[in-house]
T-cell receptor, first 116, second 112 residues
Framework: GAGVSQSPSNKVTEKGKDVELRCDPISGHTALYWYRQSLGQGLEFLIY????????KSGLPSDRFSAERTGGSVSTLTIQRTQQEDSAVYLC??????????????FGSGTRLTVV | KQEVTQIPAALSVPEGENLVLNCSFTDSAIYNLQWFRQDPGKGLTSLLLIQSSQREQTSGRLNASLDKSSGRSTLYIAASQPGDSATYLCAVIRRSNYQLIWGAGTKLIIKP
């Protein structure tokens, strides 16, 4: 597609359940970020994938959070045993490294996660 | 270590004024610099991308400049409108690993 697609757009889950959030980056984009944003707060870095390099997982807040990127394309962020503090909007962004005008980052619309 | 600073943190001006948002960064080893806009409760929209070799980019009423040697970028908004009210974020794309380094943003309010 033309943009970064995230699904679902909204997710309400019960505390303690596991959730999976999906990000479809723009075709050919090798760089992919996951961020989360709590209400009224700035972007919180979670994880960064770039090509075949080992992902930068330094932003994952706990071992309940994991992410993978299959075939260098689609990425899934998994949160196990969700807690109420996990409620936030989860944003994905992708880019194709280079120096041309087309090589900036594009963000998806996000998944709003609510843990009740 | 790359650090990005945005000044001011918040700005409120009457409709119709021209205004400048500032972004500074400490390491000139960047690929590009990108300006984004975020509306409350919404995702991020890319406004302008400036390559490290460029001095400025323009889109409509927006003009972004880049002075890599001094580590500064400005976003100029001409003839501001209430619809321009949003948080404006700048981010540099680090040359070493293509990662984004973010400023904290400028919250802009345009009063009708």
């Amino acid at each position: 597609g033309a943009g970064v697609s995230q699904s679902p757009s909204n997710k309400v889950t019960e505390k303690g359940k596991d959730v999976e959030l999906r990000c479809d980056p723009i075709s050919g984009h090798t760089a992919l970020y996951w961020y989360r944003q709590s209400l009224g707060q700035g972007l919180e870095f979670l994880i960064y994938f770039q090509g075949n390099s080992a992902p930068d997982k330094s932003g994952l807040p706990s071992d309940r959070f994991s992410a993978e990127r299959t075939g260098g394309s689609v990425s899934t962020l998994t949160i196990q045993r969700t807690q109420q503090e996990d409620s936030a909007v989860y944003l994905c962004a992708s880019s194709k490294p280079g120096t041309g005008l087309d090589y900036g980052y594009t963000f998806g619309s996000g998944t709003r996660l609510t843990v009740v | 270590k790359q650090e990005v600073t945005q000044i001011p943190a918040a700005l409120s001006v009457p409709e119709g004024e021209n205004l400048v948002l500032n972004c500074s960064f400490t390491d000139s080893a960047i690929y590009n610099l990108q300006w984004f806009r975020q509306d409350p409760g919404k995702g991020l929209t890319s406004l302008l991308l400036i390559q490290s070799s460029q001095r400025e980019q323009t889109s409509g009423r927006l003009n972004a400049s880049l002075d890599k040697s001094s580590g500064r970028s400005t976003l100029y908004i001409a003839a501001s409108q209430p619809g321009d009210s949003a948080t404006y974020l700048c981010a540099v794309i680090r040359r070493s690993n293509y990662q984004l380094i973010w400023g904290a943003g400028t919250k802009l309010i345009i009063k009708p």
